[in-house]
């Protein structure tokens, strides 16, 4: 069945997980995301015995050169994700963070043909899997729905640049800028009945609930998974109210909505899944490599 490297490279933290072939963990590592980390953790697991590797990192990519390229929040704006790796001699293949995750989750664990990731941290993302086929773009950037547009009279400015956007409202990012203290203490003072952060949050959950809808209307899945801190922290908060208020922007039958099956090691497991089972779409990119 063999053993799979999976590696999750994230604006802060850099992990890896070893799998066996059904996405179980046998061990771990973690490092701060620097400079080169694909360079940089791979030299922490010696010992590690594996058949393949997969990555799955922020972006944006070019997948067709296997790099990152002007990352807004990596400590370099861009870094090569094959090179680093090819030292160890097993075949590569890597993706953008969220594709991995939906990639994971459709190997091994929800084996439906229509499934939609989207992951709430200090950025908003998406991946999904639309027939059984991994959607990717011309470079590997295609679902970039955290910049659909949730209110096009809004004056808020995005990370990117844009006005209105999902991850304006939604996004840990700006959601410490807009509100004025980090998500968690957002969320605890929610919770301890604030006056200012239910407002907030009312308004929060509207944004995500529009957010979610745009997505559900794009790709029609059967399971829509969310997973990323701020949603795994507050999923008690957050199922019942995103349930209840997609009813006023859905126009299609709603999907199961999921919490993410794999908690901190979501993005690490999706990237060992891709090189466990290279999807078509992948191999189109040259991978694996
Ligand atoms: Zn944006």
Redesign the pocket.
């Known amino acids: 069945m063999g053993r799979y490297l999976g590696i999750d490279v994230g604006a802060t933290w850099t992990r890896a997980v070893l799998t066996d072939g059904w996405g179980n963990v046998l061990e771990r590592a973690k490092i701060r995301t620097g400079a080169d980390p694909l360079g940089e953790i791979s030299s922490l697991l010696t010992g590690w015995t594996f058949d393949g590797v997969g990555v799955g990192s922020i972006g944006p990519l070019d997948l067709a050169r296997g790099w990152v390229v002007n990352s807004p929040n990596s400590p370099t704006r861009q870094f090569p994700l094959v090179e680093p790796l090819k030292k160890f001699g097993k075949p590569v293949v890597v993706a953008n963070d969220c594709v991995a995750a939906v990639w994971g989750e459709y190997l091994y664990k929800h084996r439906r043909d229509n499934l939609v990731y989207m992951t709430i941290s200090t950025g908003v993302g998406f991946g999904a899997v639309v027939n059984g086929f991994l959607l990717l773009g011309k470079d590997g950037n295609a679902h970039e729905l ?2 659909a547009v949730v209110d096009f009279k809004s004056q808020r400015r ?5 006005l209105g ?1 999902l ?2 409202y939604v996004g840990g990012g700006n959601v410490a800028k807009a509100f004025g203290r980090e998500p968690a203490e957002l969320f605890r003072l929610y919770r301890a009945n604030d006056r200012k952060a239910v407002e907030f949050i009312d308004m929060w959950l509207d944004a995500l609930a529009a957010g979610v809808a745009t997505a559900i209307a794009a790709y029609d899945p059967e399971v829509f998974i969310v997973g990323g801190s701020i949603a795994l922290s507050n999923w008690d908060i957050i199922a019942p109210e995103l349930e209840r208020r997609l009813e006023k922007y859905l126009a299609i039958r709603p999907p199961e909505i999921k919490t993410a099956s794999f908690g901190d090691d979501e993005v690490a497991i999706g990237a060992a899944a891709l090189v466990r089972q290279t999807p078509e779409a992948l191999k189109k990119f040259g991978y694996p490599r």
């Open positions: 955290g910049h995005c990370g990117c640049g844009g956007h991850e304006a």
